[in-house]
């Protein structure tokens, strides 16, 4: 595990409850970009999960004939996956964007769930009592994002 999580807190220990944080959807080959204000962390996943309606919205290419199955989401359909989608974590003066394959479900309401394998690459640390989300961007350096949490 690359990532960290330090301070336990009651959003572990809370069911029902997401932690989430602003982010710009970057899409592959393409100059569009979407910033999303409920990028759901989810330490839990190995995958990371788009929804169709975003996927359509942005004119994301779908490659259909790759249909993961989803263990913890089975209520939603798999359509598909996406590959190379860039999620850009910034804060006022740096920013970075990670590139991850995305399993797209069919929903209409607005999700993207950022799977243990993207936490990963970004070698993240979330601080969970001060609710923090600090990717590492060189040894002096680090991108400093606030995260929420809500209900589910």
């Not at 989608?85 to 964007?97: C, E, F, H, K």
Request: charged fraction near 25%.
């Amino acid at each position: 595990m690359a990532y960290q999580i330090i301070e336990n807190s009651e959003l572990i220990r809370q069911f029902g409850r997401i932690a989430a944080v602003k982010s710009r959807i970057v899409v592959p080959n393409s100059k569009k970009t979407l910033v999303y204000h409920k990028t759901v962390l989810d330490t839990g996943s190995d995958t990371s999960v788009i929804s169709k309606s975003i996927a359509n919205r942005l004119d994301m290419e779908i490659d259909k004939t790759n249909l993961p199955e989803l263990g913890s989401i089975d209520k939603y359909e798999t359509v598909g996956t996406v590959y190379g989608l860039g999620i850009t974590i910034y804060d006022n003066d740096n920013s970075q964007t990670i590139e991850d394959d995305f399993i797209v479900i069919n929903t209409d309401e607005d999700l993207v769930l950022l799977g243990s394998p993207w936490l990963d690459r970004t070698k993240a640390i979330i601080h969970l009592n001060s609710r923090i989300l600090q990717i590492p961007i060189s040894e002096k350096e680090s991108i400093i994002a606030p995260f929420y949490t809500e209900e589910c």
